[in-house]
């Protein structure tokens, strides 16, 4: 599983990217691909920051998604998948703006990798064909439905917003192909990297975690 440290380029990153190589990747935005330049040696991917404008209260604008795209596509870099547009917790508008903007992604000229955000209220039935499916929405949502995804969708699955050893354990554990995580730099850096690392080399999981994700199983069945 596929670890995108998302928006952060500092030396920590570089390191556990040359490390534990293919394993840890670069998840950028429209905000945080300024001021950095993608690495051909670094997998990224590329969200639309539709979390960052759900968090402030503003509204999406796709002028620096575009800008961005057009940005990655200059330098030469293929993402690994690249987020159409969606409204957090709304599947009926993601819809819409996936069919809206998918052409911008699927281009001749690129021909990326395209990824459905799934949110509150989405049914399997009712998905679009994507290359990947990229787990967001509410925490309750996503986090109860995880396995049940993970199940039923026969495509690679992105968890959004996994923040902790236990959580990356329960996706692994689960089939999911990549997550993605800002809230490990809330933290003192010998800590988040610690973690990572203890992951990627498979090392026991520690007690209070190991119990955090039993309790989390438990109450999604």
Request: neutral net charge.
């Amino acid at each position: 599983m596929r670890v995108y440290l998302a928006n952060h380029n500092s030396m920590d990153v570089g390191y556990l990217a040359g490390r534990y190589h293919g394993r840890v990747g670069w998840l950028l935005t429209p905000e945080g691909i300024k001021g950095r330049k993608p690495r051909s040696w670094m997998p990224i991917a590329l969200d639309n920051g539709a979390w960052s404008c759900h968090l402030s209260g503003e509204e999406w604008a796709e002028e620096p998604w575009l800008e961005m795209l057009d940005t990655v596509e200059e330098l030469g870099i293929t993402p690994d998948f690249v987020v159409a547009p969606d409204k957090v917790g709304c599947e009926f508008t993601t819809r819409q703006m996936f069919y809206a903007y998918r052409h911008y992604i699927e281009r001749p000229s690129r021909n990326w990798k395209i990824a459905y955000a799934i949110q509150d209220g989405a049914k399997i039935n009712s998905l679009p064909r994507a290359d990947l499916y990229f787990l967001g929405g509410s925490f309750k949502f996503k986090w109860s439905n995880l396995e049940f995804f993970a199940e039923q969708l026969d495509a690679p699955i992105h968890v959004a917003r996994c923040n902790t050893p236990g959580k990356l354990r329960r996706c692994e554990k689960a089939g999911i192909t990549s997550v993605d995580g800002t809230g490990w730099f809330r933290r003192p850096p010998e800590e988040w990297i610690g973690d990572l690392s203890d992951f990627f080399e498979n090392k026991p999981v520690p007690q209070m975690e190991l119990f955090n994700v039993c309790s989390q199983s438990l109450q999604t069945k």
